[in-house]
């Protein structure tokens, strides 16, 4: 049971911003939503994780709305390499983690 | 510092026949998941290991089975393979159970059964 709901999959151009929609509108208060990233055939990447606050670092931004019910990923400039599956998350712990589908998300040159 | 490392990378193996992965996690992590990940599908949690016990078990029968060893390395046990048992298995770690923190993964043991 992933909890969340995201897009199959998306395309961005190479130097846009890559916006990335997730419902996740059963969340409880101490769950944490987490995204992860797959390029093909290795293992997943961390991005970004959040409560409540929106969430920045050199990868990406968080943006969770105020109900806690949705988020948004952003990658600010998006390369070739961004390429790749994103997985949002929602879980109490980063151990144990319920992967969706995902959205696979293609930057095109 | 090497990240979580896995082996063998690659596997062949006959139905029926037995399988151990291997998995050394991150500097300073204690905590170790595995998942079981198939062709076009997300990864699915199979167990996580701490202090050398197994945790916390996702949706999977008891011919998986694992072990955490005291310098935090850890093994998966698959008997008795299936064709269905065919996918890439991954190997998380973590700095302790419970703290939101996140997830090193490996690049994973892809196993083949025949």
């Known amino acids: 049971d992933a909890k969340t709901t995201q897009p199959t999959s998306m395309d961005c151009a190479e130097g846009r911003a890559a916006n990335l929609p997730c419902n996740h509108s059963?969340?409880?208060?101490?769950?944490?939503v987490y995204w992860y990233r797959q390029i093909h055939s290795q293992g997943p990447q961390y991005i970004i994780h959040?409560?409540?606050n929106n969430e920045t670092n050199e990868m990406a931004s968080l943006i969770i709305t105020e109900d806690r019910k949705s988020s948004t990923l952003i990658l600010p400039h998006a390369t070739l390499r961004d390429t790749a599956v994103y997985y949002c998350?929602?879980?109490?712990?980063?151990?144990?983690?319920?992967f969706g589908t995902g959205t696979r998300l293609t930057v095109i040159p | 510092d090497a990240g979580v490392t896995q082996s063998p990378t690659h596997l062949i193996k006959t139905r029926g026949q037995q399988v151990t992965l291997r998995c050394s996690p991150k500097s300073g992590h204690d905590t170790v998941s595995w998942y079981q990940q198939a062709l076009g599908q997300g990864p699915q949690f199979i167990f996580q290991y701490y202090e050398e016990e197994e945790r916390q078990r996702g949706n999977f029968p008891d011919r998986f089975s694992g072990h955490q060893f005291p310098n935090y390395s850890s093994e998966l046990n698959v008997n008795a393979l299936l064709l269905g048992d065919s996918a890439l298995y991954l190997c998380a770690s973590s700095p302790q159970v419970g703290l939101n923190t996140e997830a090193f993964f490996g690049q994973g043991t892809r196993l083949t059964v025949v």
């Open positions: 959040g409560l409540k």
């Open positions: 059963t969340i409880s208060g101490n769950e944490y």
């Open positions: 998350i929602v879980q109490t712990g980063a151990n144990n983690l319920f």
